[in-house]
């Protein structure tokens, strides 16, 4: 069993064939000097051993590897959906894919991308996608591209999404429906996305003539579990909101936890909007109310304005920011009684 997971070596290959290393390493790098008999022979035996030359020797051979790396602090729904869409985009390139994650570990750590480029520029990857960075000065090491970073857009190329517009419809949907206390479970503090949401729920809110409720906002951390207090003390006010803007689809859907708990039927006593339209927003009970991000999109994006850097192409300024849409579902409804 341990000689079968060992590596092929070139070696393997060469005594295989019956040539020499030298002869196997002209073939793979497709250089002249090697009689085609023999290029046949050695491919034939390549493909039968399941030769593969390391990453690291093919950058030092020819400075490339070939490989672009998409880093995520972890990889939740909303970087998920990142790598599909890069994942789909990278077919037909010449560029292999290689997914990085300090497994949650690097999400409240500033400065995480630098520590991940800096084992993988270089010798495992030609460039890369960073999924909200804490910062965007990467050091330089390789071209990168950001999704959503933490400041918003600045020196290198972004990719985002209209936040402002989307906050601003999903507030207005309630508001037409009739709700006048809208509470707002905003995300992290540290994001301009969840600022751009904040400021959306906001204007929509005093263009209806209707006053910012500070009572009415809480922060939900974008996650469903740390969502969980902020919606039981918004639902639990002696004038609790009649409807609520989730700043994302799982800090929604952890309220929507918390209201089945307190005894609160949606959208009959409670109307809930989330914000990004992941896969897991179709499958609650009942379907969320979403404003949708093309995220899978955005990474795709990304690669393209990666694979132009990595051409030389100057993309360095590019920020490229996609449209919101409401997608309107079963979780919001007209409030049971007028506020």
Do not use: C
Request: glycine fraction near 10%; aromatic fraction near 4%.
């Amino acid at each position: 069993m341990t000689d079968q997971l060992q590596r092929v070596t070139i070696h393997d290959v060469a005594r295989t064939a019956g040539v020499s290393a030298a002869t196997v390493s002209k073939v793979i790098n497709g250089r002249y000097g090697v009689a085609s008999a023999t290029v046949q022979r050695v491919q034939k035996v390549i493909d039968d051993l399941g030769y593969e030359s390391s990453l690291v020797a093919r950058s030092l051979r020819s400075h490339r590897t070939n490989v672009v790396g998409i880093l995520v602090a972890e990889f939740e729904p909303f970087s998920t959906e990142i790598l599909k869409g890069v994942s789909q985009a990278v077919g037909g390139t010449g560029y292999e894919l290689l997914a990085y994650s300090g497994g949650g570990r690097a999400g409240t750590s500033v400065g995480w991308e630098r520590r991940y480029l800096s084992r993988l520029g270089g010798t495992l990857i030609d460039g890369a996608i960073l999924v909200t960075p804490t910062v965007v000065d990467s050091g330089g090491s390789v071209p990168v591209v950001a999704i959503d970073p933490h400041s918003g857009p600045s020196g290198m190329p972004t990719v985002d999404s209209d936040n402002f517009t989307g906050a601003l419809v999903a507030t207005e949907h309630l508001l037409e429906l009739g709700h006048r206390r809208v509470g707002f479970l905003g995300g992290r503090p540290d994001l301009e996305s969840s600022r751009l949401r904040e400021e959306g729920y906001r204007t929509a809110l005093a263009t209806a003539g209707i006053p910012v409720e500070p009572e009415l906002m809480r922060v939900g951390g974008y996650r469903r579990e740390s969502a969980h207090e902020p919606a039981h003390e918004l639902l639990s006010l002696p004038q609790r909101p009649t409807a609520i803007f989730a700043a994302n689809d799982l800090s929604a859907i952890g309220t929507m936890d918390v209201a089945r708990e307190l005894g609160l039927r949606i959208p009959d006593d409670l109307s809930i909007v989330g914000f990004d339209n992941v896969p897991e927003s179709v499958l609650t009970s009942p379907p969320l109310t979403t404003i949708s991000q093309p995220i899978q999109l955005m990474g795709s994006e990304a690669l393209r304005l990666l694979i132009h850097l990595m051409d030389g192409t100057d993309e360095r300024s590019t920020h490229v920011q996609l449209p919101t849409e409401l997608i309107e579902r079963a979780s919001t409804g007209a409030p049971a009684t007028s506020a």
